[in-house]
């Protein structure tokens, strides 16, 4: 018997429709993966590790010297300052602040996209005695700085001033800005005043020579601090009247905060209001108004200089009879014709007399001709 060919039995096939539900899932967790791989393979995407450090190729030069500093662990592109400052160590920190440091031969660098830097550094005295350190610090952007240890040969040393841990400061009276402002104020000139307080000294141990913080803030912003140094000591349980300066930008204007720090904690807040410099408004003013001015007045001189002129233009006009004379001349007219003709007909003829005078000019009336003068006598005749 022989099988007789029927339909074949259809093949298995994939299912061509949407993808299954465990491929989707599977490509959801393997994208932020791929993500924080692409991030991290970047170039200058990674942070630097660790803490910031700072390295010395030597640990002791003399003033006129210089040294090679070196760093690692600091952020990307970080703007740093190098300084070499004295009463200070990496445990205490810069004591006094920068007044410590060598601010005039300071140096400034710009860290790799790794975080490290390398400068040179040249060696000069701080104004404070040793034991000295290098200090480096960010400039701009999160709060960084590392100190590494440092001798400058020949330099005095003296023991650090022992730390006031239990000397507090407290604002015991209000405060105040003093002082007005001048004239050029007005121009735009830094407005300035002094803000003055009295602290105390709740603690057990004096301060010495505190160090302040004065921010200034305007509007929204946040304050801008600068370091202020009060010279004197307070003793515990004393007190003491400061004043520190106060100085805002050229041409400031508006309402102002003036903030006092010491250490991390913020003694009084003052407000002030600041004058707007009209004169440099008036100055603005009149620049646009006489500016403008004098550019038509040059224009308008030069369009008069260059404009084209009609032909014969510049000739002169044959002079006449002045004004004043026709004028009389007619008046006397007017008058003299309500006489006799015969007096008119002299005073016409006086009129015409008078009028040839005027307008031959080369005719005086002394030398002008005339009947009644005698003839001249010949030669020969009595």
Not at 90 to 95: F, K
Not at 109 to 131: N, Q
Not at 241 to 269: C, F, T
Not at 327 to 333: G, L, P, R, V, Y
Request: aromatic share 4%; net charge positive; proline share 10%.
């Amino acid at each position: 018997m022989t099988r007789q060919p029927g339909p074949e039995a259809p093949h298995p096939t994939r299912p061509t429709g949407p993808p299954s539900l465990t491929a989707l899932l599977t490509l959801l967790a393997l994208l932020p993966a791929l993500c924080a791989l692409f991030v991290l393979t970047a170039p200058g995407a990674r942070a630097a590790e660790g803490d910031p450090a700072v390295s010395l190729s030597k640990k002791e030069a003399g003033k006129g010297g210089e040294i090679t500093v070196r760093g690692s662990g600091w952020r990307p592109d970080a703007l740093l300052m190098l300084l070499i400052c004295g009463q200070s160590t990496p445990e205490r920190g810069v004591i006094g602040g920068t007044n410590s440091c060598a601010n005039a031969d300071g140096r400034a660098v710009t860290t790799d996209r790794k975080g490290a830097f390398s400068k040179k550094l040249p060696v000069t005295e701080p104004p404070k005695p040793c034991p000295c350190v290098v200090h480096v610090a960010t400039v701009t952007g999160e709060e960084a700085l590392a100190d590494a240890v440092f001798t400058v040969a020949g330099h005095p040393t003296a023991e650090l001033p022992r730390q006031g841990g239990d000397g507090k400061l407290a604002v015991l009276a209000t405060t105040r800005l003093e002082g007005d402002s001048s004239l050029l104020t007005w121009f735009g000139a830094p407005p300035a005043r002094r803000l003055v307080l009295t602290v105390g000294n709740l603690g057990s141990d004096p301060v010495e020579d505190p160090v302040f913080e004065i921010g200034t803030a305007h509007g929204v912003y946040a304050p801008q601090w600068e370091e202020r140094q009060w010279r004197g000591t307070v003793a515990p349980g004393g007190k003491a009247r400061i004043e520190l300066p106060v100085e805002l930008s050229a041409g400031a204007h508006g309402d102002y905060q003036v903030s006092l720090r010491y250490g991390d904690k913020v003694l009084a807040e003052q407000p002030w209001g600041v004058g707007r410099p009209w004169g440099v408004t008036l100055f603005w003013v009149l620049l646009c108004l006489v500016v403008p001015a004098a550019v038509f007045r040059i224009a308008m001189a030069v369009v008069d200089k260059v404009r084209p002129r009609p032909a014969g233009a510049h000739r002169l006009r044959r002079p006449t009879a002045p004004t004043a004379v026709i004028a009389k001349t007619k008046t006397k007219t007017k008058t003299k014709t309500k006489t006799k003709t015969k007096t008119n007909a002299n005073t016409a003829t006086g009129t015409d007399a008078n009028a040839t005078t005027a307008v031959l000019p080369w005719f005086t009336p002394d030398s002008a001709p005339s009947e009644n003068r005698p003839r001249p006598t010949t030669k020969g005749q009595a």
